[in-house]
C-alpha cells in the first residue's frame, strides 16, 4: 500500500476526454491568479481548438497528471511563435490544481513532457513566467532553464501591471 500521496499519481498523454478537467484548472487561474494573461475563462469549444494542436508524436505535447482518477495538473510543449523558422522551439507551459502544489507533482508532469520530445528534431525551449512566481522559476531552474530577459510591465489585469521573465532550455 503506498504511504506518500505522490505514488498515487499517473502521468500520461493527454486526451479529448481531459479537455473539461484541463479547463477547470486553468480557467481557475484566469479568475483569480496573474499567471496567465487570458482575462476571459476559455469555453470548452476554445479548449477543444487549443487541444488540436497535441500529438502523440511531433515536437508539440500534452500531458496530465491525476491522482485517484481526478486530474491534478498539465504540462504541454506548443509552437513558440508562427513562422517555419521557429520550428525547433517550443514553448513550455505546466498549471496544476493548487491543492496539488508543493508534492513534486509539477516535477514529475515536467520530467514526463521533456523525455516525450527529446527524441523530436527540437532546440530550445522557452517559459514565459509572470512575476512573482518562485514556485514557478524554482520549478524552471531545476529544468536547467535560465533567465534571459525580463518584459517589464508587459501586461495588466487585475488594475495592475505584472512583468513576465523568460526563461530558456537548451534542448539539443
Excluded at 469555453?43 to 491522482?67: D, K, N, S
Excluded at 528534431?121 to 512573482?132: S, V
Excluded at 510591465?153 to 534542448?171: D, N
Amino acid at each position: 500500500m503506498p504511504t506518500h500521496p505522490q505514488e498515487l499519481l499517473s502521468i500520461r498523454p493527454g486526451s479529448r476526454h481531459d479537455i473539461e478537467e484541463i479547463n477547470a484548472i486553468y480557467n481557475r487561474f484566469i479568475v483569480e491568479a496573474p499567471v496567465t494573461f487570458d482575462v476571459v475563462p476559455f469555453t470548452i469549444a476554445q479548449r477543444t481548438a487549443w487541444f488540436a494542436q497535441f500529438a502523440e508524436h511531433g515536437p508539440h505535447r500534452l500531458r496530465v497528471a491525476e491522482r485517484d482518477s481526478h486530474m491534478v495538473g498539465f504540462a504541454c510543449s506548443s509552437e513558440f511563435r508562427h513562422k517555419q523558422a521557429y520550428e525547433t522551439s517550443v514553448e513550455t507551459t505546466i498549471y496544476l490544481d493548487p491543492e496539488a502544489c508543493g508534492r513534486g507533482i509539477g516535477t514529475r508532469l515536467y520530467s514526463d513532457l521533456f523525455r516525450s520530445i527529446e527524441s523530436e528534431d527540437l532546440h530550445r525551449a522557452y517559459a514565459g513566467i509572470t512575476l512573482p512566481n518562485a514556485a514557478s522559476i524554482a520549478l524552471h531552474q531545476r529544468f536547467d532553464f535560465r533567465a534571459i530577459g525580463t518584459f517589464d510591465e508587459v501586461g495588466r489585469k487585475f488594475g495592475r501591471y505584472w512583468s513576465v521573465q523568460w526563461y530558456e532550455k537548451q534542448l539539443a
